[in-house]
């Protein structure tokens, strides 16, 4: 990479698109790009480190740029043609990511939920330790000058991470989804092996998914969990209103005692996974502890704030394994709160290929909204709606409208978790002006 090179990004909003421009801004290339005049919670990072975003336009591209293509984009795209046509180097968002793995001791994060708050995670602790730049999926991204470790999300969706080479790999799960590209289970399965095969030192999976148990490498393939067959387990697991502590072994030699500021069984296993390659890698577990202890997180995973009387979750889940998980982390923090979980479905192929699952999941809540299926550029009308998934779940689902959200307003000193992938954020907002209001009105 020539550190006198301007690259232009294409989708430069896109959360891995805007997490790379900032690490390649940081490592001190001139970097600009395009996108929607849409605002999105991407763009305050690109915005504050001066990174200019343009409207679509083939007059953008000039000579002496290398064109960065976003997944959503295709060789149609004014400005990839035109770069195109000028001769210009046009690589994808993963061959870019490529070169960057290249130049340090690499971790990829791949799943099929839990990728950012792992990636997330561990690009936190390795940070506290060493040198380290990181590319995680809610948009951040850093590049640090001779840094030791790169730290970035691996994204399955239409086999992007098998650009990847890394040192290390760490697999949260395998689960069905995407079903708009992926044929079935076995399909996904055979994706996350290829990016195995081509890991270079080792691998880190989670013990209990079967899948992940199946797979074939040509490095050493670590289990961690809470089972006795894994390699890293975590034991004496103690998960109170504060966050969780719980001790790690690896194989039978122990390795200390952790303390996370952190709820749901999902964290501690994602705090595992990140004391395991650390271990690995020698890395002081004195020091691991002791950044694990001031983790605060990623966006939209998770994020809470007061309004009123009421506890407001922000959560990205939009798959029935993610729902489980953000529910079971709000019962552990508030175990004397109702539980109200608002859920917008995303993408119409997901909410039929999962339906029951997800109802299961939202039926852990005390009371289900939900608002209509936010539908993917991806897809047309799906012959499903939300209506469809209400009844499925056992206490019932009624469907919100944005104009009339006074069915939350039921509600007094409760947890209300806002899950989704799609713009939950708008349902969010009104309900916190009505709340907001309701509460003047009050005093």
Do not use: C
Request: charged share 25%.
């Amino acid at each position: 990479m020539n550190s006198e090179q301007t690259y232009f990004f294409v989708g430069i909003k896109g959360t891995g698109m805007s997490s790379l421009a900032l690490i390649l801004h940081d490592k001190g290339y001139k970097v600009l790009g395009s996108d929607i005049d849409k605002y999105t919670f991407t763009q305050r990072g690109l915005e504050n480190a001066g990174i200019k975003i343009l409207p679509f336009d083939e007059d953008n591209i000039k000579e002496d740029m290398i064109v960065v293509a976003g997944n959503a984009f295709g060789n149609d795209q004014v400005e990839i043609k035109k770069a195109h046509d000028m001769g210009l180097t046009v690589q994808t968002y993963p061959e870019t990511v490529e070169q960057i793995i290249e130049e340090t001791t690499s971790i990829g994060v791949a799943g099929a939920h839990g990728k950012t708050s792992t990636s997330g995670l561990l690009a936190h602790v390795l940070s506290g330790v060493s040198p380290t730049s990181y590319l995680v999926g809610d948009g951040s991204g850093k590049g640090t000058p001779n840094a030791r470790f790169f730290v970035f999300e691996a994204d399955e969706y239409r086999r992007h991470f098998v650009a990847y080479h890394p040192d290390y790999a760490i697999m949260t799960n395998i689960d069905f989804d995407h079903p708009d590209y992926f044929t079935d289970i076995d399909d996904v399965r055979d994706a996350f092996e290829t990016l195995a095969m081509q890991t270079k030192k080792g691998i880190f999976v989670w013990g209990e998914d079967e899948n992940l148990r199946k797979l074939n490498a040509k490095v050493p393939v670590h289990y961690y969990g809470t089972k006795s067959d894994d390699d890293f387990r975590a034991e004496n697991i103690k998960r109170t209103t504060k966050g969780s502590n719980f001790d790690v072994y690896f194989h039978d030699e122990f390795i200390g005692n952790y303390d996370i500021p952190m709820f749901g069984e999902h964290n501690v296993l994602n705090s595992l996974a990140v004391i395991a390659v650390s271990y690995m890698e020698k890395v002081d577990q004195q020091e691991i502890a002791k950044e694990l202890l001031t983790f605060k997180g990623v966006k939209r995973r998770f994020t809470e704030k007061r309004v009123a009387d009421m506890v407001i979750i922000d959560d990205y889940a939009h798959h029935p394994a993610e729902i489980k998980a953000t529910i079971d982390a709000a019962r552990q923090q508030y175990p004397d709160k109702k539980i109200i979980a608002v859920f917008q479905p995303h993408t119409f192929s997901r909410t039929i290929a999962l339906m029951d699952e997800f109802a299961e999941s939202l039926s852990l809540a005390d009371k289900v909204y939900l608002t209509d299926i936010f539908s993917s550029i991806r897809e047309h009308d799906g012959k499903v709606s939300s209506e469809d998934l209400g009844k499925k779940i056992s206490k019932g689902g009624e469907v919100l409208k944005l104009d009339n959200m006074s069915p939350l307003l039921d509600f007094h000193d409760d947890v209300v978790i806002f899950m989704g992938a799609g713009d939950i954020q708008k349902y969010e907002h009104t309900y916190e002006d009505l709340l907001s209001n309701l509460s003047l009105k009050n005093n």
